[in-house]
């Protein structure tokens, strides 16, 4: 259905059609028509801060990413709707049905995104984890979300000042440096500079105004050198083009409050770009040798980062020439790909293939990082961290000793090298060597450095070591490394404690340990039972001050009566909605050997669930007891190979969940549950309840959760139990 606009609108259309004609290789006119009604539609009578119609923010942004960013036909049919799902009354079922599931999938993605700036961090994390894995399903998601904010940063002003600073401060620090990531130079320069406007308008509006009145005296001077350089190369039979560059307005800024200088102060104002039409990467280096013999060479500011390309694939020839009247200016060479390619960054790659997989292997170099980052991140704290550290480093180029490259951060340090080659190297490093001389292991790295590891078997990570390293995955697996190491010996001093208190017919609660075991300066259970297996504290001589003296509270009673209860009742819950999806009821649970209608009973000593590989065991009565087949009381091989067992199955579903129980035990610290829902969200699965019992610095959490079979909640509770602070994970009938 076509929707009554006006010419002036019709106009617009029109505008995007000869755009997309013009920068796109293959153009669907009736998708991106289609898309532009339906925007018309959803939006018709919506207004804009600034009052104009809302409409013409979406058609922007098709606009800017036409011109900045050209993809196809998909994407600018996805930027013209990317606000319908979240402001009018349409559903991902409507763009479906209309335009196609790849173009709903988009818009889905960049609704989920939207408004990801919020103050508390464990849902900022949650935001930006939001917005990466979206990405990572869809790299277009992102880069229309960067066409979307460069316009609302084009039109901040109509916006009151405190929004204005909040939507800049984020653009600053996350989209900037996002949009360096994925190689859009030019974007990212936008986004500096129109951040800074807003953060620092007396500062912007001074330089910019320094800048203009500079404008003719640096043109003038770069064309003194333009000139010659450029027939010059045309002489010597290359194709080039050769650029003026000014330094962009952040740049500046960040140099003078770093340096501590005034903008007089700054003399690399002036830079050069020769741009070269050629295949040839000897080339580029061929145009350097040329304009050195013409314009001394600055050598320490030379940085080759065509044969070392940066981490977003950008490449050039970095350096500084001295040019008339013994001014520096800064110089870069490379070719015109690699132009489109520091401009464009990971868009440039729909200039150059019809089509663009989801899997495309140039398109997944850039987003390596992201489904590293997902994956390894326990906690929002952890994923804050490491999107931090992603965005914010410079890099530098180490080697091992067979000469293979490695990319690190700026500031890294062996344990970080070591990391990155291997976990079990990191974990057992004990020393390094770099440049065959041995060094401290908080050494800084510097480019070129050729770097051993020097391993022991004996050696386990410290916690000094998180002082000594900048990058998130070698924080991480130090952490993990000393959380089971402490998880371990935890489990070590609870054994050895329930060992001594088995034969004196007392409850010991977790109450009586803290307060007896204070008087030897330990704090909470975690702690008692850490020193315990450590030989800090003397078991027996803590057994000795309260054998005498205790008494069963009425809190333990309540405690004893209680958990039976929780069993009983998930026991009941689970074998009773076992199948949540089912629509017909069923008079069997399980099905006895083929057959139905048998009288049967669950083995309270195992108590299976839906999901656990069960038998049957006939008694003299008749009756199949169901147990686990990993029961002790029928592990037995010849009892398994009697004539008394028989198979049994569940009666349900093949793909269907079932609910299963997790009984979880660890310190009761701030945030814990924040990481446990963390965790179990990251296996798509549904949280049925939750509960978290806490006393004297310890919780007890019981969790059901809707598993596909016992394979999958075997891996949740290992994830889990790598949680920071958490002891102890089994089901809730082990």
């Given at each position: ?7 002036e609108?019709?106009r ?12 796109l290789?293959n ?11 339906m925007?018309?539609?959803?939006h ?8 104009e119609?809302?409409?013409c923010?979406?058609?922007e ?20 709707l ?5 402001d009018?009354?349409?559903t991902?079922e ?6 196609g ?6 818009v889905e ?7 990801i ?5 464990t849902t ?7 917005m990466?894995l979206s ?16 316009h609302?940063?084009?039109t901040?002003?109509?916006?009151p000042?405190?929004?204005?600073l ?14 360096h ?11 500096e ?23 003719v005296?640096?043109e ?6 333009i ?11 290359f194709s ?9 307005l ?6 003078m ?14 830079g ?11 080339d580029?280096?061929?145009?350097y040798?040329f304009?050195t ?9 030379f ?6 390309p ?10 500084a020439i ?9 110089l ?9 390619f ?14 663009i ?5 140039n ?9 590293e ?6 906690s929002?704290?952890?994923f804050?961290?490491?999107f ?14 067979k000469?293979?490259?490695k ?5 890294a ?13 990191g ?6 060597k ?12 510097k480019?070129?450095?050729r770097?051993?590891?020097i ?12 002082k000594m ?12 490394s ?19 208190v ?15 075991a ?16 450590s030989q800090?504290?003397?078991g ?7 054998a ?6 009425a809190?333990?009673?309540h405690?004893?009566?209680?958990e ?8 009941k819950?689970?074998r ?7 629509a ?6 399980v099905?006895?050997a083929g ?37 002790v ?10 004539e008394?067992?028989?198979s049994v ?23 814990i549950?924040n990481q ?6 990251k ?6 309840s939750?509960?978290l ?16 079979n016992a ?12 949680v ?6 089994e089901?809730?009938?082990s």
């Open positions: 259905m076509l929707a009554q606009i006006d010419k609108h019709y617009k259309l029109h505008d995007i059609l000869g755009l997309a004609r013009k920068n290789k153009v669907d006119e009736s998708l991106i028509q289609r898309a532009f009604f925007c018309y539609r959803a018709e009578g919506e207004k804009r801060a600034s009052g119609p809302y409409f923010h979406p058609v942004v098709a606009t800017i990413l036409l011109n900045e960013l050209p993809l196809d036909g998909v994407s600018v049919a996805a930027a013209l990317h606000d319908v799902i979240e009018s009354g349409y991902f409507d763009i479906s049905a209309e335009l599931v790849e173009v709903a999938e988009i993605g960049l609704t989920k995104i939207s408004g700036m919020i103050n508390r961090e900022q994390a949650e935001g930006f984890r939001k990466l990405m990572v399903k869809d790299i277009r998601v992102i880069l229309i979300k960067f066409c979307d904010r460069l609302n940063m084009r901040l002003e109509s916006l000042e405190h929004r204005r909040k939507i800049a401060l984020e653009t600053r620090d996350i989209y900037a440096p996002l949009a990531r994925f190689g859009l130079g030019k974007m990212k320069m936008e986004f500079n129109l951040a800074l406007r807003y953060i620092d308008p007396e500062m912007f509006a001074i330089l910019q105004k320094k800048v203009q009145l500079t404008r005296e640096r003038n001077y770069l064309s003194r050198m000139a010659p350089i450029s027939d010059d190369l045309q002489k010597q039979g080039v083009e050769v650029q003026g560059r000014a330094k962009h952040f740049s500046i800024y960040n140099k409050r770093s340096k501590n200088k005034t903008y007089e102060d700054i003399h690399d104002l002036y050069l770009r020769v741009i070269i039409d050629t295949e040839r990467i000897a580029c280096f061929a145009v040798g304009i013999q013409k314009y001394p060479p600055v050598p320490q500011h940085k080759d980062y065509i044969s070392i940066k981490h977003n694939g950008y490449q050039s020839l970095h350096s001295i040019g008339p009247r013994g001014t520096m200016v800064e870069q060479i490379r070719t015109k790909r690699m132009h489109e520091a401009e464009l960054g990971v868009a440039a790659h729909w200039r150059y293939k019809e089509k997989s989801r899997d495309d292997a398109i997944d170099s850039f987003l390596r990082w992201a489904r980052l997902i994956k390894d991140a326990d929002a704290a952890a804050m961290e490491g931090k550290l992603n965005l914010y480093h410079d890099e530098i180029y180490v080697f091992t000793p000469g293979d490259m990319t690190m951060p700026s500031g340090t062996p344990i970080d090298f070591a990391y990155g080659i291997h976990t079990e190297i974990n057992q490093c004990i020393g390094a770099v440049n065959g001389r041995i060094v401290r292991l908080n050494a800084e790295l480019s070129g450095d770097v051993e590891i391993t022991s078997k004996n050696q386990s990570p410290k916690q000094d070591w998180l390293v900048v990058t998130h995955r070698a924080r991480l697996k130090i952490r993990s000393i959380n089971e190491e402490r998880r371990l010996q935890i489990e070590k001093g609870r054994g050895m404690w329930e060992k001594m088995s034969g004196t017919k007392k409850l010991f609660s977790d109450n009586d340990i803290v307060r007896y204070r008087r030897y300066g330990v704090k909470t259970p975690a702690d008692f039972f850490s020193a315990l297996a800090q504290i003397n027996a001589e803590v057994m000795e001050r309260v005498g003296t205790h008494k069963d509270t809190e333990q009673q405690a004893l009566r209680e039976p209860a929780r069993v009983d009742e998930y026991l819950t689970a009773k909605d076992h199948d949540p999806e089912a017909v009821s069923r008079k069997d649970e099905v006895i057959m139905s209608n048998i009288a049967y009973a669950y083995a309270k000593c195992c108590q299976p669930v839906p999901g656990d590989d069960v038998l049957g065991f006939v008694t003299a009565e008749g009756v199949v007891k169901i147990h686990r087949k990993n029961c009381n029928v592990s037995n091989e010849n009892l398994q190979k009697s008394r067992v028989v199955s569940w009666n349900r579903k093949i793909d269907a969940e079932f609910l299963a129980g997790i009984r979880i035990v660890g310190e009761d610290r701030i945030g549950t446990i829902t963390l965790v179990i969200s296996f798509d699965t549904n949280i049925r939750i509960s019992h806490a006393r004297d610095g310890m919780f007890v959490g019981t969790l059901m959760v809707y598993v596909r394979e999958k909640l075997t891996f949740l509770m290992d994830k889990l139990k790598k920071a602070g958490i002891f102890t994970v089901r809730l009938i």
